[in-house]
């Protein structure tokens, strides 16, 4: 690929090999001083390991890489930092228990006759939190600010080592959309500065809003760039995967069938003043949408008795459920696939087949011993169904893609056959292949007669995967919108407490 005469850095034929696995194959890249380039690509595509090697993580096993045109040798996170390169993890690293001045500069305090100089520490520190546009004192202990406060921390930290390429690894993962709002700002402003962006993420319509260039890999390798004004949803997609999505979201029309899930007069915690009702039918499709804090996750908490409603009734099938525990849902054929996979939908330490049969080891036992072949058996059949990527059953989960692990939460449920299926995030996290997978698993199980309810912050995805959605403000359902009305901005009214204007 052309490389920039101005480039800050520069990747040469970059390869890198893991046992069995060739991550890298001659992947060249340039970035500019002051450009935000973004990263894309599947799972598996080789990002990561790109960007550890930029961060001093990892080491290349061929290729070069130059800063400024000179060809150096990144050995060490700390020799990454000397050259002006930050990573900074989807995975926050702060010491919460710290203050916010102690986590800019850990590892680098500046010293007085060997002692640490806290007020050189909190001048610096202003400085580099006004770059970054955060009005908190460098005192603050960090655990006492949001997780978006804590985000611009990170940038703030890099920045106070003289970073001049910042690796945006997932950066809005956790951010509400006020919060990516400020983000986006910061690196337009960093940009200014002549501050390079590596920026990756799964959420194309964030790559769209802060790329100059876009950069695809597939496979470890290379699979083309878009320009500024090339940078389109669909010309993304196609890099990523290698060909057209002509249909995108698996929606087939068809009618519903009778009602499954009849939620009358629930009181949420948190939200006890609004009653909520409504109900999904057999072989559709109803999203949930809402700003952040509107109380979608509260809401499906609720009717998979993770926490305990306050008043109302919840029927399946006809049947009124008490809902005062998980056990009670799950009897009723109602099962949750939880926002926070890794802490609330798998044991990650265990193997994948363990993870898939838990829940219904109890269908399965003998004299309360695990049927082991039955267990052998389900995972099996799960693992074809869903087309998860694993080397065998005994892989433990923890070392799976972010896709290839929200399939085995789907899985665990599937095999005991959901009447009611309510999803919590879907695809969070997960790259655009896994998405599609998703989205056509779920197209696959309403026309099979599953009532589905997903709470999803991605409004593409509730316009594309709807039969209905219902859109919460404040605690409340503000409204509820058929396919036909569905539409970013009847959402946008709707979930900021307006009311829907209809032409």
């Known amino acids: 690929m052309p490389q920039s005469k101005s480039a800050l850095l520069e990747v040469r034929s970059l390869s890198k090999r893991f046992p069995g696995v060739?991550?890298?194959?001659?992947?060249?890249?340039?970035?500019?001083?002051?450009?935000?380039?973004?990263?894309?690509?599947?799972?598996?595509?080789?990002?990561?390991?790109?960007?550890?090697?930029?961060?001093?993580?990892q080491s290349q096993d061929t290729g070069q890489i130059l800063i400024d045109g000179k060809q150096v040798r990144i050995s060490s996170p700390r020799e990454a930092q000397e050259f002006g390169i930050a990573l900074?993890?989807?995975?926050?690293?702060?010491?919460?228990?710290?203050d916010v001045g102690a986590n800019i500069f850990l590892g680098r305090e500046p010293r007085t006759l060997g002692f640490i100089n806290h007020t050189e520490i909190y001048k610096r520190s202003e400085e580099v939190l006004k770059q970054v546009g955060l009005d908190v004192s460098p005192n603050t202990l960090t655990s006492e600010l949001p997780i978006g406060k804590q985000q611009l921390i990170e940038i703030?930290?890099?920045?106070?080592?003289?970073?001049?390429?910042?690796?945006?690894?997932?950066?809005?993962?956790?951010?509400?959309?006020?919060?990516?709002?400020?983000l986006f700002e910061v690196?337009?402003?960093?940009?200014?500065?002549?501050?390079?962006?590596?920026?990756?993420?799964?959420?194309?319509?964030?790559?769209?809003?802060?790329?100059d260039r876009v950069v695809a890999m597939r496979d470890g390798e290379y699979s083309g760039e878009l320009t500024t004004k090339e940078i389109t949803h669909d010309n993304m997609v196609r890099l990523m995967i290698g060909r057209e999505l002509d249909e995108f979201y698996a929606r087939v029309s068809h009618t519903p069938g009778e009602v499954v899930l009849k939620v009358d007069q629930v009181q949420v915690p948190g939200n006890a003043q609004h009653k909520i009702s409504f109900q999904v039918r057999a072989g559709e499709i109803v999203g949930v949408a809402g700003l952040v804090g509107a109380g979608r996750t509260e809401l499906v908490q609720v009717l998979f008795?993770?926490?305990?409603?306050?008043?109302?009734?919840?029927?399946?099938?006809?049947?009124?459920?008490?809902?005062?525990?998980?056990?009670?849902?799950?009897?009723?054929?109602?099962?949750?696939?939880?926002?926070?996979?890794?802490?609330h939908g798998l044991i990650i330490e265990m193997m994948v087949r363990e993870n898939i049969s838990l829940p219904g080891l109890a269908r399965h036992a003998t004299a309360g011993m695990v049927?082991?072949?039955?267990?052998?058996?389900?995972?099996?059949?799960?693992?074809?169904?869903?087309g998860v990527k694993?080397?065998?059953?005994?892989?433990?989960?923890?070392?799976?893609?972010?896709?290839?692990?929200?399939?085995?939460?789907?899985?665990?449920?599937?095999?005991?056959?959901?009447?009611?299926?309510?999803?919590?995030?879907?695809?969070?996290?997960?790259?655009?292949?896994?998405?599609?997978e998703i989205y056509e698993m779920m197209e696959d199980l309403a026309k099979r007669g599953v009532a589905i309810l997903f709470v999803s912050s991605e409004m593409e995805e509730v316009i594309g995967m709807s039969d209905?959605?219902?859109?919460?403000?404040?605690?409340?359902?503000?409204?509820?919108?058929?396919?036909?009305?569905?539409?970013?901005?009847?959402?946008?009214?709707?979930?900021?407490g307006q009311q829907l204007i209809t032409n």
């Open 390 to 436: 694993t080397p065998n059953q005994e892989q433990i989960t923890q070392f799976l893609s972010g896709g290839n692990q929200q399939k085995v939460v789907i899985a665990k449920w599937l095999s005991l056959g959901p009447k009611v299926l309510l999803l919590d995030e879907p695809t969070r996290g997960i790259d655009i292949g896994a998405k599609h």
């Open 88 to 98: 900074i993890h989807q995975e926050l690293n702060l010491c919460d228990n710290l």
């Open 371 to 386: 049927d082991q072949a039955y267990e052998i058996k389900n995972a099996d059949e799960m693992i074809k169904k869903l």
């Open 305 to 343: 008795g993770f926490d305990r409603a306050l008043g109302g009734t919840v029927h399946v099938c006809g049947k009124r459920i008490a809902l005062k525990s998980t056990r009670d849902a799950i009897q009723a054929g109602m099962f949750l696939v939880p926002e926070d996979r890794k802490q």
């Open 156 to 182: 703030a930290k890099s920045l106070s080592a003289n970073a001049r390429l910042i690796i945006m690894d997932e950066p809005t993962s956790s951010l509400s959309t006020k919060e990516v709002g400020a």
């Open 187 to 211: 690196i337009k402003n960093l940009k200014a500065q002549g501050v390079s962006i590596v920026y990756i993420s799964h959420r194309l319509g964030e790559v769209i809003e802060v790329a």
């Open 468 to 496: 209905r959605t219902l859109v919460m403000h404040e605690g409340q359902i503000a409204g509820e919108l058929s396919r036909d009305q569905l539409n970013e901005e009847s959402i946008m009214q709707l979930a900021t």
């Open 22 to 57: 060739q991550a890298l194959s001659n992947i060249s890249l340039s970035i500019a001083a002051g450009e935000s380039v973004a990263v894309i690509g599947e799972n598996g595509a080789g990002k990561s390991t790109l960007m550890k090697i930029l961060a001093g993580i």
